[in-house]
Each structure stands twice: as structure tokens, then as C-alpha cells.
């Protein structure tokens, strides 16, 4: 890395930021762009960063939207996360990965674990405890086992302009950036996006993504089934 990974820590906990600061200012192949506390951090901010990879140890700025990271996509730049969690607990787990980490570290995590999970994930990859690696195949599975629902409610077809969206939708572009993108009303998307997940069977944007996904469309969009 020949200008060194910016990396942006956005922490809650002074002690935790100011540890993660002073193990990454030792090592030449990072570059710290800030170290802020939590509450005196905009998401702007964040975003004009430019940093390479956010240390966060709050699901604060994931939760919010429209997601962090989709904004972040506009700069033609994906910023990565890598969250220290304060608590140990699966479903905190599940929902910082929905919403964009690529790295989950729980808070006993020693400096080395914290220094590797950066570097990992600036490189483009995820790392997460063992057995919350194992947590996510669990998942997977059980959404296999879900699929024929999945295409029972999918064979209700899609429009064409829903089928536009999907793909949208798993960039994680919020409604505003879909609708700029096609020259439609915000409002407008909105609706679709309820008409598609009503249609998949499905309540959020991420599983109507997946369950589109699995669905073939007959053939492709050859013999596609939608409707105008």
C-alpha cells in the first residue's frame, strides 16, 4: 500500500478510539484521516472523508438512512466498515453485516485482532469471530429451505420498470438515488418497491434482492412473464 489505507475512527468510546489511533499512527501502511467521537461526526462528514475504511463501534450511522454506504457508492468509492462491537450478541451481528460491514470484531478483540480485521477488510475482504462465520452459513441454509416460497410468490410476475429496480435495490441505492437514476418521482419508487415486495412475499429490500435474484424469469427476459 504505497500511500497508506486512510482510515476514518469513528468511536463512541475514547479509550477504544484513542488505542485503535495509536496502534495505526506505528504502522506505515495506514493513515489515519481522524479520530472523532461518535456524537460530533455528521454522516457528511463521513462520506467527504475519502477514507478507505470506517472503524465504527456503534451501528449508529448503519442504521440510518438512506444507508451509509450507497452514499458513499455515488464518489465512485466504496468506504469499508469494520465495526468493534460492545456487546457479544448474534443479531447485532446480523444486522451490521445487512447493513454493510465487512468487518465484526467484539470488544475484547486484542490490538493485533483489530489492526488484522482493517487490514483485511481494506483489501477487500470480511472477517467476523469464527463462530459468527458459522452463524451466517446457518443463515444461508435456512434461506435455501425458504426458496420454493420464495418462487411460488415470484411467479405473480413483475413489471418491467419493477424489474429495473432490482438491481438498483442491490446496489443499495436509497429511494431518491433510484429515482434520480430512472427520472422518476421518490414517491414513485416508493410505491414500486412495496408493489415488489408485496409480489416476492418478502418485508425488506435486501430479501426482495435475494429472492429476485433466484428467480429466472423464464429464460432470462426472453420469456419473461412481466407485465407493462
Known amino acids: 500500500m504505497e500511500s497508506g489505507t486512510k482510515v476514518l475512527i469513528v468511536c463512541c468510546n475514547c479509550l477504544l478510539r484513542e488505542s485503535i489511533a495509536r496502534i495505526l499512527a506505528k504502522k506505515t501502511d495506514f493513515e489515519i484521516v481522524e479520530a472523532q467521537a461518535m456524537g460530533s461526526t455528521s454522516r457528511a462528514e463521513v462520506v467527504n472523508s475519502r477514507a478507505d475504511v470506517l472503524v465504527l463501534d456503534s451501528l449508529e450511522f448503519l442504521l440510518e438512512d438512506p444507508p451509509l454506504f450507497s452514499e458513499t457508492g455515488a464518489h465512485d468509492r466504496m468506504i469499508k466498515c469494520v465495526l468493534v462491537a460492545m456487546e457479544d ?26 489492526l488484522s ?65 430512472l427520472g422518476l418521482s421518490e414517491q414513485t419508487v416508493k410505491n414500486h418497491i412495496h408493489r415488489i415486495l408485496r409480489k416476492v412475499g418478502v418485508s425488506d429490500r435486501l430479501s426482495a434482492f435475494e429472492a429476485c435474484q433466484i428467480r429466472t424469469f423464464g429464460s432470462s427476459t426472453r420469456n419473461a412473464g412481466y407485465t407493462d
Open 117 to 181: 480485521a482493517i487490514r483485511t477488510v481494506a483489501e477487500g475482504e470480511a472477517v467476523c469471530p469464527p463462530r459468527y462465520a458459522r452463524l451466517l452459513f446457518d443463515l444461508v441454509a435456512t434461506q435455501a429451505e425458504q426458496l420454493p416460497n420464495s418462487r411460488k410468490h415470484a411467479k405473480r410476475g413483475l413489471t418491467r420498470r419493477e424489474q429495473h429496480l432490482i438491481p438498483l435495490i442491490g446496489r443499495g441505492l436509497s429511494n431518491k438515488e433510484i429515482a434520480n437514476h
Open 89 to 114: 450478541d448474534q443479531d447485532h451481528f446480523v444486522t451490521a453485516i445487512r447493513r454493510g460491514a465487512l468487518g465484526y470484531v467484539l470488544q475484547d478483540a486484542s490490538a493485533i485482532d483489530v
